[in-house]
Nanobody
Framework: QVQLVESGGGLVQAGGSLRLSCAAS????????MGWYRQCPGKQRELVAT???????NYADSVKGRFTIYRDYAKNTMYLQMNSLKPEDTAVYYC???????????WGQGTQVTVSS
C-alpha cells in the first residue's frame, strides 16, 4: 500500500515562496509516477505539475515559470517549490502517485496553502 504524506503548506504573503514536500512509502520510489494537484475554493481539483512517463515535467500554464517540481530519490520525497505566489494560488495541494506495476492511483491528505494579498 502506497502512502503519501504532504507537508510544507501555510500562510504566505503574495510574492512569497513555499516548498511543499510529499514523502512516499510502501513502494520503490522509482515505480511511482508522481505529481501535484490543487483544489481552489469552489473549483474542481486541477493539475499543477507532474512527471511524465518519460521523466520530464509538465506544468499548468498558470504556474509555469513560478513552480518547480522535483524529487529526491535518496529521501523518497517529491517537492514543489512555489515562488512568486499569488492569491489565486490559494488551495489545498495534493500529492498523487500512480504505482506503475498496478496503475493504481494514490493521494495524500492534502496541505493548505493560503496566499494573502
Amino acid at each position: 500500500q502506497v502512502q503519501l504524506v504532504e507537508s510544507g503548506g501555510g500562510l504566505v504573503q503574495a510574492g512569497g515562496s513555499l516548498r511543499l514536500s510529499c514523502a512516499a512509502s510502501g513502494s520503490r520510489f522509482n515505480l511511482l509516477r508522481m505529481g501535484w494537484y490543487r483544489q481552489c475554493p469552489g473549483k474542481q481539483r486541477e493539475l499543477v505539475a507532474t512527471f511524465t512517463s518519460v521523466g520530464s515535467t509538465n506544468y499548468a500554464d498558470s504556474v509555469k515559470g513560478r513552480f518547480t517540481i522535483y524529487r529526491d530519490y535518496a529521501k523518497n520525497t517529491m517537492y514543489l517549490q512555489m515562488n512568486s505566489l499569488k492569491p489565486e494560488d490559494t488551495a489545498v495541494y495534493y500529492c498523487t502517485a500512480r504505482l506503475l506495476t498496478t496503475n493504481n492511483d494514490y493521494w495524500g491528505q492534502g496541505t493548505q496553502v493560503t496566499v494573502s494579498s
